[in-house]
């Protein structure tokens, strides 16, 4: 997911670059008003942490490999302001030490992993929280919104990719190609994300960001007596 | 013997342990990295053109290549560097929103 210099046009680069901009701004203005004293370690220690989990590449299809995101996961628990900053923090990190990802690039990785990868989990999140308040639909909200969030990352990269000159394919190919492995990344993505929201839950929920409507109280957190 | 990770009541802490069992599962199992769109730009002979340099190109330092500790030191590293920056970042944002407040 990554894109690397040389395989956008400039134009491509331009574009995303501008979108992320405009979050970035907005993100910077309305992070530190949504972050609560004590969300500011749980930041600092995700950021780390999904840092070092994308150095985990496990199989998926076709001898290819994939790492987790960590976007839905930010998203959910600092709120999607907070989690596009994480995420920048990262692939910022990334591209200038490591070389993993671009410089050129970087609007465009930011606008697929910081900003799609972040905004539409927590957007799935909040729209299947308000249809129905339990703690299953917020673990279920959780994984759908993680699953959608890559996959859309996906179908953007392939769009930015389909679009530059450099591969000979039209974006509907690219998209299918980045979409088709990418639903695999989701599953995993979504599980995982799903998992730490329950154990937040389940130990600190105080540290969630999550919208009022989805605030449960202590009886409504309890998780069913089947999976007690 | 049963664990109860509900004790582990310091999420920072419990978060910088498993950052660095991620460090050491991605450095020793789970190195080869393969992505479809590296093996689409292989299979179409395409190259990245980068216009930096990175000091530590995918994630191994110079004449060190290959060694998976020397590559777990590094991460470890480049991890705790991740924490500051971002817990720098987020002080910063809450300190501005209060002053704005």
């Not at chain 2, 590293?77 to 971002?86: D, G, I, N, Q, Y």
Request: hydrophobic share 55%; net charge neutral.
């Amino acid at each position: 997911m990554h894109i690397p210099d040389g395989f956008l046009d400039y134009t491509v680069c331009a574009i995303t670059y501008a979108g992320s901009i405009i979050f970035w701004i907005l993100a910077f203005r309305k992070a530190g008003k949504n972050l609560t004293d004590k969300q500011i370690p749980l930041m600092a220690t995700l950021t780390a942490m999904f840092f070092a989990a994308q150095m985990m590449n496990y199989p998926i299809i076709g001898g290819t490999t994939a790492h987790l995101l960590g976007g839905p996961i930010v998203a959910l628990t600092l709120g999607p302001y907070a989690g596009m900053i994480s995420m920048t923090i990262i692939l910022l990190i990334q591209a200038l030490f490591f070389g993993d990802g671009g410089i050129t690039t970087l609007g465009a990785n930011v606008w697929n992993m910081g900003v799609i990868g972040v905004f539409i989990p927590y957007a799935v999140f909040v729209f299947i929280t308000k249809i129905r308040r339990s703690r299953r639909a917020l673990l279920i909200g959780a994984f759908i919104g993680a699953f959608l969030g890559d996959v859309l990352a996906a179908v953007f990269a392939g769009l930015e990719l389909g679009s530059s000159s450099i591969f000979p394919y039209a974006a509907s190919i690219a998209v299918a190609t980045m979409v088709i492995h990418h639903s695999f990344i989701g599953i995993g993505e979504g599980i995982v994300t799903a998992g730490v929201l329950s154990f937040l839950l389940k130990t600190r929920p105080d540290l969630l960001s999550l919208p009022q409507f989805a605030q449960l109280s202590a009886k409504e957190l309890e998780p069913p007596a089947l999976i007690r | 013997m049963r664990t109860d990770l509900s004790r582990h009541r310091n999420p920072m802490l419990l978060g910088i342990i498993l950052s660095f069992v991620f460090v050491v599962v991605g450095a020793v199992w789970l190195s080869q990295s393969q992505e479809t769109l590296d093996k689409v730009a292989e299979h179409l002979g395409v190259t990245a053109s980068p216009i930096w340099n990175p000091p530590i190109p995918d994630y191994e330092i110079p004449g060190f290549e290959g060694n998976p500790l020397m590559n777990i030191v590094t991460v470890t590293v480049f991890t705790l560097l991740v924490l500051a920056v971002a817990l720098i970042v987020g002080k910063s944002l809450k300190a501005k929103a209060k002053i704005q407040d």
